[in-house]
């Protein structure tokens, strides 16, 4: 990569040498050219006339560097040196540890200053190289960010609606409505027929209360009547079957019973001829008009995210729809094996098209706090040890910071520090400011000091 990019150099700086004149123009008042003779695949090799490279036999180019005269590009850089100092009197320090003289306790490090503003590189270009240089500028300046997260997430079964169909008396099953697991039952649906002995005696009761109240309006047989209606309905007995028994005069021997919920038929318990005691499960359901979305988000991320933000979601069951929610929990822990944090929210499912296992394209939308600093993305070298930005001197001259950087929103990311508003920072060219500093020299060593390289 470095060779290629040491090739595209040479074609940049060969195009210039041919409007390049010798006299006072082709020197600045601090500057000298100093030439060399090097081979494009070979860049080690510098020769001092033309000629052929001694690896590969191809024609040497010549390249031509502008060097400032001393003292004219010295780095701001400092090299950072460990220090102590007193616990309880920070005003003194010294290079190495130590016990403070003030109180005798053992002097603690001191953290050592972040490389964040530091210039670490200078390239000034030639007039010849300025007519072929066209950079592109950003102010550095203010502006309020949103971060838009991309989320995947699943469709589940909302705990919440959960049910079941009980029995609150014991019987026998005699006939079962549903057919199988799956099978979706609204309230009121019949499900089973039941055989109770105990059932059958509380209705024959009722009759008779029944009886006895309409020949005597007495206060004791309308409280009868009125305790075995409440003890029928309180066994799941609709009002409309105890008063077809009263017309009828009879309480037959299978009775039905009818769902208290509306749902999916997680498991279906109800045979014909098994006997149920009070409290067993006829059928366990599933409510599926509320539905839980479960979203991962990376760790990164997870420090943004809090309850009741705001959160869209798209579905390939209901392509062109956007579906909203609130974000209604955040897991306490982050898993250790995904590096994710678990949210959630619940969807309204009314027409019953989501279903669980259905994957959701969501999108988090975070308004971040305050006005940063911000530059373009485009704007940022990142080595993988340290992110540099090129900042403009002047027309000619370019300096290379070191900054510390934030979110990135929009193809914007927030500076922490090394930079100030307004400062120019180089949006496109920035690359070939780069690959001149790395041929040429321009970034100071720091292996010495702090340990990074570019």
Known sequence: ????????????????????????????????????????????????????????????????????????????????????????????????????????????????????????????????????FKPHYFPVTTMSMTKNIRLLGSVLQSEDKESNIPARISGRVEKVYVKSTGSFISLGDPVIDLYSPQLITAGEEYLIARRSFQKDKSKDFKEMMLQSEERLKLWGIKKFQYEGWFKKGSIPKKITIYSPATGIVRSRNAIVGKYFKEGQNFFELSDLSDVWVEM?????????????????????????????????????????????????????????????????????????EGMPLVVPRSAIIDTGKRKVVWVKVSDKQFQARVILTGQESEGYVEIKDGLMENEQVVMEGNFLLDAQAQLFGGYIDMSTSTGHQH
Do not use: W
């Open 1 to 132: 990569m470095n060779k290629l990019i040491f090739v595209v150099l040479l074609m940049f700086i060969s195009s210039c040498q041919k409007e390049f004149k010798e006299g006072p123009e082709a020197t600045h008042a601090h500057s000298t050219v100093e030439s060399y003779y090097t081979c494009s695949m070979h860049p080690e090799i510098k020769e001092t006339k033309a000629g052929k490279c001694p690896i590969c036999h191809m024609n040497l180019t010549k390249v031509e560097v502008e060097i400032d005269e001393p003292g004219t590009n010295k780095s701001e850089i400092v090299p950072v040196k460990t220090s102590y100092q007193c616990k309880d009197f920070p005003d003194v320090t010294s290079e190495t540890a130590d016990v403070c003289p003030l109180d005798g306790t053992p002097m603690v490090k001191v953290k050592a200053p972040s490389m964040a503003g530091m210039n670490i590189a200078k390239v000034k270009l030639r007039k010849a190289q300025l007519s072929h």
């Open 296 to 368: 991962d988000v990376y760790e990164q991320d997870s420090g943004l995210v809090s309850l009741g933000q705001s959160v869209e979601m798209k579905f390939s069951a209901q392509p062109g729809e956007i579906l909203k929610g609130e974000i209604d929990f955040v897991a306490p822990v982050l898993s250790s094996t995904s590096r994710t944090l678990k949210i959630r929210t619940t969807v309204k499912n009314l027409n019953g098209k989501l279903k669980p296992g259905m994957i959701s394209d969501a999108t988090l939308k975070i308004e971040l």
